[in-house]
């Protein structure tokens, strides 16, 4: 439906060019990661014969101070990289896959209003080819609703578990990293910091277009439509009042409001946890 106009395959290819764009930065940054977490401890232990590891992973039974225990460590890390760096990769990039046409379609609907005004404009009114827009605006509408509701159905539980495991694990990096100053909470604390944003931000998507949405709406020249194209027109705003979004187990929205909730939230964790354990 909305490739049948070249203004809307316009509009999806630049989002679709997007994605892919931010899926290969997602590739980059993890694909660097995982060679400087594998590298770096062999460089420092070239250059300056320091036997430094990246992660505290340890084989039981081999000390990491000599020369072989370090090799060996450095080859478990080597082992385990691989199948991190696919894990992220691959669930991130999905997540793009699945949010990014969110806004493709509300960028079409955009595209969609605007040529339903011009044929209003016209003088001499083409009553059906207005209908027919129209009902293409509500198909578009319902069919971005079902994908939204979709979306809710997939991840809702999933980002609840996420985040509450995120939630946890940022509170014991840093309570960690205050007590011990241990290097691996450093490493974890970033890397749960960043898929807490990270997902904050996907939802973001369907947030902003919800109300990118409601905006197409309200630029619809809706006087000059007869009092029956106007019935579907009520009915489409008083949907969109009500958008679906993808939510945190359906306790709050999946978007930027809610990451600023969860950083003050654990923030007031962690101050508590020092108080107590000092």
């Not at 594998?38 to 081999?62: E, H, I, N, Q, R």
């Not at 001499?124 to 293409?136: K, S």
């Not at 450093?186 to 409601?214: H, P, R």
Request: glycine share 4%; proline share 3%.
């Amino acid at each position: 439906m909305l490739k049948e106009t070249e203004g809307n395959r316009l509009v999806i290819g630049r989002v679709l060019q997007l994605s892919h764009l931010l899926q290969k930065v997602i590739f980059a940054l993890y694909l660097s990661s995982a060679i400087v977490v594998v590298a770096m401890p062999v460089v420092l232990w070239l250059v300056l014969a320091k036997k430094t590891l990246m992660f505290v992973f340890f084989v039981p039974g081999f000390d990491e101070t000599t020369t072989e225990g370090f090799l060996l460590h450095v080859a478990l890390h080597a082992f385990m990289m691989p199948a991190a760096f696919c894990g992220y990769t691959a669930q991130e990039c999905l997540f793009l896959a699945f949010f990014m046409p969110v806004a493709a379609c509300v960028d079409a609907f955009g595209n969609e209003v605007e040529e339903l005004n011009s044929m209003l404009k016209l003088e001499e009114r083409d009553d059906r080819a207005i209908r027919d827009q129209l009902n293409r605006i509500v198909k578009l509408h319902q069919l971005l609703n079902e994908y939204e509701a979709m979306l809710e159905k997939l991840y809702s539980l999933m980002f609840l578990n996420k985040v509450g495991l995120i939630y946890l694990g940022i509170i014991s990096a840093i309570v960690v990293i205050l007590k011990s100053n241990d290097r691996m909470a450093y490493i974890f604390f970033a890397l749960q910091f960043e898929q807490l944003t990270q997902s904050c931000l996907m939802g973001t998507i369907v947030t902003v277009k919800n109300d990118q949405l409601m905006d197409h709406l309200y630029d619809i020249n809706w006087y000059q439509l007869t009092p029956d194209q106007a019935k579907d027109l009520r009915f489409i705003l008083h949907r969109a009042q009500s958008p679906t979004s993808v939510t945190i187990g359906k306790y709050a929205p999946l978007n930027l409001e809610s990451y600023k909730r969860i950083v003050k939230s654990i923030y007031t964790y962690v101050m508590i946890l020092v108080t107590l354990l000092e």
